[in-house]
């Protein structure tokens, strides 16, 4: 399948952008979730939605396995499914070249849908799109950086910097919070909503 285009939309880039502000001083990871209408009828990744994973210890496989478990289903449910797998570095002029371990959780993700995306964040660039570093698996089984053109929804910018300015990351919750307190959800949807409302 030859893909049109990555869209991404204004609620997956903005907190994806707050799960970076939230812990500037951690590697931070998460989940990118796709339309599967839209993947199979416009041949189009259109990323409507992030999970943010973990900001210590990213590489804790018992607790991603849980974690997959979750978003899967709720993949299932809404009918979505996991396209994209996103890793910050903690040094911010780290390497934008993929880890081994994205690599490895990427492949997983890949079994899956062909069409998914690695997403390694250049923190000098952050909150931009350009921090947004995407690769796409070659046919040789290599992950190298993606040719397909990716669009933001209109206003990302206009919606996302009220939201830092009033420090809204600080409510966003990512997979560690919820293992610490299961009352707060990795849906994040108070923040949703006043995505939807900006």
């Given amino acids: 399948m030859s893909l049109k285009s990555i869209e991404i939309s204004c609620q997956a880039f903005t907190k994806l952008q707050l799960h970076l502000a ?3 001083h951690c590697s931070v990871n998460g989940l ?3 339309c599967q209408k839209k993947l199979a009828s416009e041949k189009i990744v259109h990323i409507v ?8 210890c990213l590489q804790l496989s ?23 797998y996103y890793e910050a570095q ?6 934008t070249d993929p880890t081994p371990f994205s690599i490895r959780v990427a492949d997983k993700i890949f079994a899956n849908c062909a069409e998914a995306k690695l997403v390694m964040i250049d923190n000098t660039q952050v909150p ?9 698996k070659n046919p040789d089984g290599k992950w190298k950086k993606c040719k397909t053109d990716v669009k933001l929804e209109e206003n990302c910018d206009e ?3 009220p939201l830092m300015d009033r420090r809204i990351y600080r409510d966003l919750v990512d997979f560690d919070n919820h293992l610490d307190d299961i009352s707060q959800h990795w849906l994040n949807q108070p923040i949703n909503k006043l995505i939807v409302m900006s």
């Fill in 22 to 24: 939230k812990y500037p």
């Fill in 32 to 34: 990118m979730l796709a």
């Fill in 49 to 56: 939605d992030i999970i943010p994973m973990f900001h210590q």
């Fill in 62 to 84: 018992p607790m991603l396995e849980i974690a997959l478990m979750h978003v899967d289903s709720h993949c299932d449910m809404n009918n979505l499914c996991i396209a994209g």
């Fill in 90 to 95: 903690e040094n911010l002029k780290a390497s």
């Fill in 128 to 136: 931009t799109k350009q921090s947004l570093v995407l690769y796409e």
């Fill in 159 to 161: 919606i996302l910097q």
